[in-house]
Structures are given as C-alpha cells and as structure tokens.
C-alpha cells in the first residue's frame, strides 16, 4: 500500500497577507476579504453552481512556504512528533496532531470563511471569501460548503485554545498619521485597507516568546509596509508607507 498521495492544485489565494508574519493565527479573527483565483479545468463556473446557498466554506490548503528542519531530533522525512505552539508561548511542546501547527506529516491547512461571491470574466473564475487566514499565493487543493447542523458543535472542549486571543488597542504616531492621509489623499490605497491592518495588528502579530516593548517590528500588509511597537496593551505604529 503506498503511503503517499497526490492531489491536484484547484487554485491559488490572493490575500493582503504578503508574508507569513502577522497572520492571525487562526481564521475570521480579521475580516480580511481575499480571493481564490481557479486555475484550468477547475475554473468552470458550473463548478460552483448552488454555492450560493452556502454562507460559510471549508478551504483545505497548502502550507506551501514551510522551511523543516531535517536536523531536528524526533524528525523523520520531515515528520515532527511534538512542536511548541505559539498560543502557549512558543516554550511548551505539544504532540503534533494535537496542534495546528504547519509542520505536519502532510502539509495541509484547513479553514472555514465567509462566502462572498463568485465572479467570471472571460476565462478567469474568482472566489471572494471573507476571513481567511492564508498567505498570498497558497495553492487550494479543495472547497467544501459548511454544515451547520453537522460542522457546528456549540459545546466542543478546544483544549489550551478556549477562548479567542485578547485583543490591543492600536495608536497611530503623529507621523504615521500623516502618512495614512497622504496615501488615502493620494488615492493609493482606500479606508478599507488601514480597517483590516488594525485589526491583524491588535492580535499582536509577534512571536509569544518576545516581549520587548522598545523593538521596532517590520510588517507587509497588502500594498503597505508598517512598522510598529508592542507593549502590555498598546500597538503603537510608528510609519507606514
């Protein structure tokens, strides 16, 4: 019996995640509206024909930027036995399939989003989705509607991730400020771009093991580069441009 697979690219997502620092960590925490872009066959829009009836999508996906570490002790072909989640500060180690940590047997991401539309123009077939947490440029493997009576499980235990992660408040600096308004004056980027930043950055995109309140951190947003600074309670964004 072979103990592999292949499964087919079906599409690739364009999101304003431009690299994978400061994704949140878990899908609809920010309501980041991304599309799919189906590649052939898959984009015939007969494809998606009673979509619409569906308010909610499961996309499963490729953690395709993942850098493994073939030294690792525990390691084989890849395969990590335990790993060290970030929403327990990145120093407790977990047995893998009691994560969702990318480093898995079989790269594969899982998330459910918001379905928006579906558009075709010419040969290009688009699904605009709603709160997904995946870097530009993921390949899609699959889409399957949401079940709510089945999916949903109202009294489900989620172990060490119960509760949605505390949010920040965010401040802009007198500098930052200006820059915001040049760039909405300018017409290069509109209102709706800076609303979803703020809400990527009060979940407090850093590392859980870093805490230094004077370090500078860089961000790619979308069309944007932030930096900015944590502390207890405030992300605090020094310039963006």
Not at 65 to 90: S, T
Not at 117 to 137: A, I, P, W
Not at 144 to 162: L, N, R, T
Request: hydrophobic share 40%; with cysteine; aromatic share 10%.
């Amino acid at each position: 019996m072979s103990n592999s697979v292949e499964m087919p690219i079906i599409g690739y997502m364009h999101s304003p995640y431009r690299e994978k620092f400061g994704i949140p960590r878990q899908p609809n925490l920010v309501q980041v509206e991304s599309y799919i872009e189906m590649v052939a066959p898959y984009n015939d829009i007969l494809a998606f024909e009673g979509i619409e009836a569906f308010s909610h999508l499961w996309l499963l996906w490729q953690f395709h930027e993942n850098k493994q570490n073939d030294n690792a002790p525990n390691q084989i072909a890849g395969f990590r036995a335990q790993v060290r989640p970030p929403r327990l500060g990145g120093n407790q180690k977990m047995g893998v399939f009691a994560t969702r940590s990318m480093y898995r047997p079989s790269a594969i991401g899982l998330s459910v989003v918001h379905f928006l539309r579906v558009e075709k123009q010419g040969k290009s077939v688009r699904l605009y989705v709603m709160g997904s947490d995946l870097l530009h440029g993921t390949p899609i493997l699959d889409i399957k509607p949401y079940i709510q009576y089945s999916d949903a499980v109202p009294d489900a235990s989620s172990g060490y991730a119960q509760d949605e992660p505390v949010r920040k408040s965010v401040i802009w600096t007198e500098t930052a400020q200006t820059q915001q308004q040049q760039l909405l004056k300018q017409a290069i980027l509109n209102k709706k771009v800076f609303d979803e930043l703020e809400q990527v950055l009060s979940l407090d995109p850093r590392p859980a093991y870093q805490e230094d309140a004077e370090r500078v951190y860089g961000m790619c947003f979308a069309d944007l580069n932030v930096r900015f600074k944590v502390d207890a309670s405030n992300v605090t964004v020094i310039a963006v441009e």
